[in-house]
């Protein structure tokens, strides 16, 4: 399994896109502006798209990635997401105003987008592929997901905060590598906790929830572009000092639009 880096920013600015990641070459995790580097065949080769939420920066190339090819598709794009996920892009994208509601588009028979709700908890088998839908603690309706082909699994946290039950998860499951967000520095750390984000200081007690028997790759996604090179310095330390409990450095690296993870 192939999973192609998008998009992996907290926000805009050159070079950096906003969160979107492409498994294999049929499905994406999220459509945020990363979407927009895919050529026309490689939107048309998508089928089915897993939204962790409804902020703009995870869905905001969603509607013009349909526009751009859905004309040329012979099955509605299909897209999955919790009930409120799909509430709030019926209601304030797809809605005719906004955008067009091609979920009726050019007709209720066949329409070039369909949606499908998924559940916290609830595993799906779909094109080769397991998808879990994981827990996540954000402002809005969220999950994360876990991903695999088979063998050991790719895991993404969404948008979250404290969330002691994904580790719980975490901890049952073979993860091959960790996907986590860290969107704000320390000294925001008042905003990340209203938010409902991460910050170094917070990340370094959730990820001691990990069992340590455990060892994969943990990539840092999210960051504001204004602030990556503090939030990455703050980890560093933050993981040069180990708790009594833990001998060994987690195996901590940033996430960089264009990457290509294999698995």
């Not at 969603?62 to 999955?80: C, E, F, H, K, W």
Request: charged share 20%; aromatic share 8%; with cysteine.
């Amino acid at each position: 399994m192939r999973i192609r880096v998008l998009g992996c920013s907290g926000a805009i600015a050159k070079d950096c896109r906003t969160t979107s990641f492409l498994v294999d070459d049929d499905m994406l995790i999220d459509a945020g502006t990363g979407v927009g580097d895919l050529s026309l065949e490689e939107m048309r080769k998508v089928g089915r798209v897993f939204l962790t939420h409804s902020h703009l920066d995870h869905v905001a190339a969603l509607p013009l990635m349909v526009d751009a090819v859905a004309s040329t598709r012979t099955t509605p794009l299909q897209i999955y997401a919790l009930a409120g996920t799909i509430q709030a892009l019926k209601a304030h994208i797809f809605n005719d105003v906004i955008w067009p509601d091609f979920s009726q588009i050019p007709s209720r028979q066949a329409p070039f987008i369909s949606f499908h709700e998924v559940t916290t908890g609830q595993t799906l088998q779909l094109g080769g592929k397991q998808i879990e839908v994981l827990p996540a603690v954000h402002t809005v309706p969220a999950v994360g997901y876990a991903v695999s082909a088979g063998r050991r699994c790719w895991v993404f946290s969404g948008d979250t905060e404290r969330n002691p039950a994904f580790w719980t998860r975490i901890n049952q499951l073979d993860v091959a590598m960790l996907v986590i967000e860290t969107a704000f520095s320390n000294r925001e750390s008042d905003l990340a906790n209203r938010s409902l984000h991460l910050s170094p200081r917070i990340l370094a007690s959730e990820l001691d929830f990990i069992d340590p028997q455990k060892r994969f790759p943990i990539y840092i996604t999210h960051t504001k572009p204004a602030e990556t090179d503090l939030i990455m310095e703050e980890i560093r330390r933050f993981d040069q000092t180990l708790p009594a409990s833990r001998h060994v450095p987690h195996d901590i690296r940033w996430l960089r639009a264009g990457q290509e993870l294999e698995i």
